[in-house]
């Protein structure tokens, strides 16, 4: 039997990978977010949007700087995700509270996660409002991902990527 839902819609369309989004202020502080509502929209040429809460640092920097990075982790560095995903950092240095390491991306100022196996560097191409949310389209300038993890197109077994089902619970990528 079929029942009416009139709360967490958006729990039908889940598991989504977890992953870390990356921004940086304009002095140059790198931010780190947790976030799942992700997905590719166009091939050619290559855009993926975001969804980010409005009242969230993250949708601040992202519409001061119009770039940002998805970082895709491995079951690995859950714990740094829950971190990122409970702590503000306006006034929080996640990197640091998450036992996170960054480095330089190759097209923008907003950092990669060195811990992650993926990262998605994009430039904002278009916000959208969205509700609660900031719907920010990147196009993607660059997209690297470890080779030990992804084999002709398709992620592999061993990488063990966090998918999020709703609330408090994940799951680990399995083939």
Not at 30 to 37: E, G, K, R, S, Y
Not at 119 to 126: A, G
């Amino acid at each position: 039997m079929l029942k009416e839902i009139k709360s967490d819609i958006y729990h039908l369309m889940h598991p989504k990978m977890a992953f870390f989004l990356t921004s940086i202020a304009k002095d140059g502080k790198p931010n780190v977010m947790a976030c799942a509502w992700a997905t590719p929209v166009s091939e050619e040429p290559p855009i993926v949007v975001v969804c980010v809460s409005k009242e969230s640092y993250t949708a601040e920097l992202i519409k001061q700087t119009k770039e940002f990075v998805i970082n895709i982790p491995t079951k690995k560095i859950l714990k740094a995700l829950w971190i990122c995903g409970k702590t503000s950092g306006r006034d929080t240095d996640k990197f640091k509270k998450a036992g996170l390491k960054y480095s330089k991306a190759r097209f923008i100022k907003s950092p990669v996660i060195d811990e992650c196996i993926g990262h998605i560097e994009c430039k904002l191409w278009k916000a959208l409002d969205a509700g609660e949310c900031y719907a920010f389209f990147g196009k993607v300038l660059h997209a690297e991902v470890d080779d030990g993890y992804f084999k002709k197109g398709v992620w592999t077994e061993a990488a063990e990527i966090p998918l999020h089902l709703g609330g408090a619970k994940m799951v680990y990528f399995k083939l």
